[in-house]
């Protein structure tokens, strides 16, 4: 089984709709958690953190819940220009410095 | 600061020969990470380095894979001899402290294609 799993997609999504969706880990020591964005043939960005109290960056919001070991991203008033592979990414105490990347959710707005 | 930087960017090279690919890292960078993506498996961590030292190579596919860093400005990953299904993108990344607040800069990628 994988560290870090997610649903390849992908998820089209007509422009100014909300999307969500959900990355699973399967270390409990996980502690840190983040959400990069891939473009088509470029390489992966910081999108944002995940603290553990969710939060938000515009129209970007981030939730984590330790209890069933996921955290979740969603997209709310979709733009084409977020059209893009979002990377689940998490640390873990018992290997620390090890950024461990999901397969990645593609998400496709259509006009 | 220029950021991670990757030579070369595109590299095709027949099946036997040697590649190698070169990284810099960000100054002051603790962390240096190597990557290969693949639409099958997608962004692999082959091995990663703190403050010049291999911490945890378990993810070198094979002996024919290796990895240097022989000091904070510069790293290498080998691949000897290459064959096809090395075929991908190799990607370095570096950052400091590992830390909810800590971002894993990348560099642009070496695509690799073995023939």
């Known amino acids: 089984r994988k560290e870090v799993e997610q649903d390849p997609g992908p998820f089209n999504v007509p422009e100014g709709a909300t999307v969500a969706f959900n990355c699973t880990y399967s270390?409990?020591?996980?502690?840190?958690f983040f959400w990069y964005r891939q473009d088509c043939r470029k390489e992966p960005k910081l999108l944002m953190s995940?603290?553990?109290s969710g939060n938000e960056d515009g129209r970007f919001t981030a939730q984590l819940n330790r209890a069933s070991q996921y955290i979740s991203l969603l997209i709310r008033d979709s733009k084409l220009s977020d059209s893009a592979t979002y990377l689940c990414v998490v640390i873990a105490t018992d290997s620390w410095g090890k950024f461990q990347f999901g397969a990645g959710t593609q998400v496709v707005v259509t006009p | 600061d220029a950021g991670v930087i990757q030579s070369p960017r595109h590299e095709v090279t027949e099946m036997g020969q040697e590649v190698t690919l070169r990284c810099k890292p960000i100054s002051g960078h603790d962390y240096l990470f190597w990557y290969r993506q693949t639409m099958m498996r997608g962004l692999e961590l082959l091995i990663y380095?703190?403050?010049?030292?291999?911490?945890?190579d378990s993810g070198m596919p094979e002996d024919r894979f290796s990895a240097k860093m022989p000091n904070a400005s510069f790293s290498t990953l080998k691949i000897q001899p290459s064959e096809p299904r090395d075929s991908a993108v190799y990607f370095c990344a570096s950052s400091s402290i590992p830390n909810v607040n800590t971002e894993a800069f990348f560099g642009q990628g070496t695509r690799l294609t073995v023939v």
């Open positions: 270390n409990s020591a996980s502690q840190s």
């Open positions: 995940v603290y553990s």
């Open positions: 380095f703190n403050n010049n030292v291999p911490i945890d």
